[in-house]
């Protein structure tokens, strides 16, 4: 029993940290293509892997490299750790680490012979990808979505804060943002994991999710890549 549990928590362990995901991009069959990140500007693509005419990618953060980033394009697209998640709490509720600096990127770029040729949204549920692009008119659904993070340093986060939604004019719903992962230097995957949706008048607003983890990738195998191409 012991060493079972041993196993289950190794397994969980390389999983939060896993850097290289293999799969395939839905409706790719389009031809080469790299996987990039933009967060320091486009004229500074980071390259993360690549995908073949099929759609079978192979990712890795470990493969990001900054060597060609310019100082001042790093400052600039760098902030504060609070700012860069993808759901806010006061910068209080981070204690010492709410001022590390870090820059997050939401989706991952495809590009052919250096031109910006598609993007890729990851998620767990592809019910979740209009809400992803426009929040105000797309109901969210339970789920999980993904992004990358790039810090300067090693930290952990491990707390609930709260924060505020409002629902309609004469009413705000306060909403809870669960924090439990451990963020190692460089560029690491983030989970955001909707665990419950609050259900609004749709003439209104959309439904938001109200109760959200926030959390190290927990299993690639469940992250579905869906493509979209310029």
């Not at 933009?38 to 990618?57: E, R």
């Not at 998620?123 to 789920?143: C, F, H, M």
């Not at 090693?154 to 004019?169: K, R």
């Amino acid at each position: 029993m012991k060493a079972s549990l041993i196993l289950c928590f190794m397994c969980c362990f390389s999983w939060a940290f896993a850097q290289e995901i293999t799969g395939n991009i839905k409706n790719h069959e389009k031809s080469d293509m790299d996987l990039v990140l933009m967060l320091f500007g486009m004229d500074y693509p980071i390259s993360i892997g690549t995908v073949n005419k099929k759609g079978q990618f192979t990712a890795n953060l470990e493969n990001a490299s900054l060597d060609n980033i310019p100082k001042e394009n790093l400052a600039m697209s760098s902030g504060e750790l609070y700012f860069n998640f993808y759901f806010k709490c006061a910068r209080d509720a981070f204690g010492d680490n709410y001022n590390k600096m870090a820059a997050s990127q939401d989706f991952v770029r495809l590009t052919k012979n250096g031109d910006w040729a598609g993007t890729v949204f990851l998620v767990s549920d592809e019910g979740l990808r209009p809400w992803i692009e426009d929040s105000g008119y797309n109901n969210a659904i339970k789920g999980s979505f993904y992004e990358v993070m790039y810090v300067e340093e090693d930290l952990s986060l491990n707390m609930t804060c709260t924060s505020s939604v409002y629902a309609s004019d004469n009413e705000e719903v306060e909403t809870e943002y669960i924090f439990d992962i451990q963020l190692k230097k460089g560029f690491n995957w983030v989970e955001y994991t909707i665990n419950e949706v609050y259900e609004t008048d749709p003439n209104i607003r959309a439904s938001f999710p109200s109760k959200v983890t926030i959390s190290n990738m927990k299993d690639p195998s469940k992250m579905l890549w869906v493509g979209t191409y310029y």
